[in-house]
């Protein structure tokens, strides 16, 4: 069993709609989840940032962390078009460039 | 412009020839890693730095060496690639709680 588990998709969805990706994980080391956004043939870009359990929320975007269920989630509001990319769940011990351990991906379609 | 630069963007090459491939980020950070990328597998990290002279293995370090010299270059160095080397790579730099990826090396060995 892989330690982070993601759903690869693809997950297609009408502009507009609210979008939710999760990802779930074993180790109960992991304090620090992050989220990423990867377009086709690009480096993946840093959306969002959280430490231990909670909510976060940036424009459109909110993470939540369930640490007692080891499960987390990524939500899209008024998803776009220009959303459509791979997006990626990390997780780490000890900070956000430290053992890091990414999901596989979930590929996300908006379609206009 | 802040950035991470890599080099070369697509390598193909030989079974046991060595090689490099360079990564140069101007932003100033301590932080840099360098992670491979495969269908199915994800994303996982080879080797990270916390600063000049000072790095540590990451998931998947077999096969693969690193050096950090100065603050702005973390080059990656395959001694005697193997065909199972054949991968994306990135390099990415930040700081401890962000990475900025660089925009990818295919490297195939054939």
């Known amino acids: 069993q892989k330690e982070v588990e993601q759903d690869p998709g693809p997950l297609s969805v009408p502009e507009g709609a609210i979008v939710s990706l999760n990802c779930t994980y074993s180790n109960s080391a992991f304090q620090y989840f992050m989220w990423y956004r990867q377009y086709s043939r690009k480096g993946p870009e840093l959306l969002m940032y959280?430490?231990?359990?909670g909510n976060k929320e940036d424009g459109r975007f909110t993470a939540q962390v369930d640490k007692s269920s080891k499960y987390i989630s990524l939500f899209i509001r008024d998803s776009q078009p220009s959303d459509s990319a791979t997006y990626l769940c990390a997780m780490s011990p000890s900070g956000g460039y430290q053992k890091v351990t990414f999901g596989t991906g979930t590929k996300l379609q908006v379609i206009p | 412009e802040a950035q991470v630069t890599q080099n070369p963007r697509y390598l193909i090459t030989v079974t046991g020839k060595k090689l490099t491939v360079t990564c140069s980020q101007n932003m100033n950070h301590e932080y840099m890693s360098w992670y491979r990328q495969d269908p199915g597998l994800g994303l996982r990290q080879i080797y990270y730095s916390m600063n000049v002279e000072v790095t540590d293995k990451g998931d998947v370090p077999e096969g693969y060496k690193v050096s950090r010299k100065e603050k702005r270059n973390f080059p990656l160095i395959l001694e005697s690639p193997s065909p199972n080397q054949t991968s994306l790579y990135f390099c990415?730099?930040?700081?401890?709680?962000?990475?900025?990826f660089g925009p990818g090396t295919r490297l195939t060995v054939l």
């Open positions: 959280t430490y231990s359990s």
């Open positions: 990415a730099s930040g700081t401890s709680y962000t990475q900025y």
